[in-house]
């Protein structure tokens, strides 16, 4: 954030993009097609490793360290930048949200399934809360791309977080679910790429019950992109 006499400009500061890692690492990254074979297999095994790390570069120079400092920064954010600063009271509540969030990364979920799991008093509540947890941009949600706005606002929400190393650091999975971990992926490198949520980023079911992963709206276009 840069601030100039009382007005300030906000910076939105994401964890490194997979090309920033390799340049992190002081590594090159070669063009797809001039990519000898060698270059092609290194490439995808540094892909990989970033699918399931996340590109923190405290974690991108030391992974051995990942699941302890993200598991910390983890905690510190609910902390400082949530619990103390929106003074909150029921911490178990958030956490156990938080928890919920993680866990079902990529996938639908409504504020009213999210207070009968966890036993929240009110949606309202639950609705607050998540808007704590996206202040500090830990999470962010999409919601459904439809042309009438209740519709729009009735629809079942799409939770991500803002590092796959979260995942690898706090997730209760037994083993990486690849699909969410890639879906989570492209969702942060759209943040990355200026699509802002329920602004010109959404996702979209058909007719028939099929999925789009991720609608993009500049302007009057629209394309559809299922991963």
């Known amino acids: 954030m840069i601030c100039f006499t009382g007005r300030y400009v906000q910076i939105t500061v ?28 290194k490439m995808l095994g540094s892909l990989q490793t970033y699918l399931f790390n996340g590109g923190f570069p405290e974690t991108v120079l030391n992974p051995g360290i990942l699941k302890n400092y993200l598991s910390s920064l983890f905690d510190s954010i609910l902390l400082k930048d949530i619990l103390k600063r929106f003074r909150v009271r029921q911490t178990q509540q958030l ?4 928890n919920f969030l ?12 999210i207070k009968e799991a966890l036993d929240y008093n009110s949606v309202a509540t639950v609705q607050k809360f998540i ?21 729009h606002q ?26 969410r971990l890639l879906e989570n992926l492209v969702f942060v490198e759209l943040l990355r790429r200026a699509y802002k949520p329920e602004l010109d980023l959404f996702y979209y079911r058909t007719r028939n019950d099929r999925e789009i ?7 009057h276009q629209i394309s559809m992109n299922e991963l």
Do not use: C, W
């Not at 956490?95 to 938080?98: P, V």
């Not at 990529?106 to 504020?111: A, M």
């Open 14 to 41: 994401l964890p490194f993009s997979f090309s920033e890692t390799i340049r992190y690492n002081n590594q090159l990254l070669p063009e797809a097609k001039n990519a000898t074979p060698t270059e092609t297999g």
């Open 95 to 98: 956490y156990d949200l938080s």
């Open 102 to 113: 993680l866990s079902n990364y990529s996938n639908l979920f409504s504020f009213n399934q």
């Open 131 to 151: 808007g704590y947890l996206e202040e500090p941009y830990l999470f962010q949600h999409i919601t459904r791309y439809h042309n009438k706005i209740k519709k």
């Open 154 to 179: 009735k629809a079942a929400q799409k939770m991500y977080i803002i590092d796959n190393g979260f995942v690898k650091a706090r997730s209760f999975e037994l083993s990486p679910n690849y699909g």
């Open 213 to 219: 992963d991720f609608v993009l709206r500049k302007g």
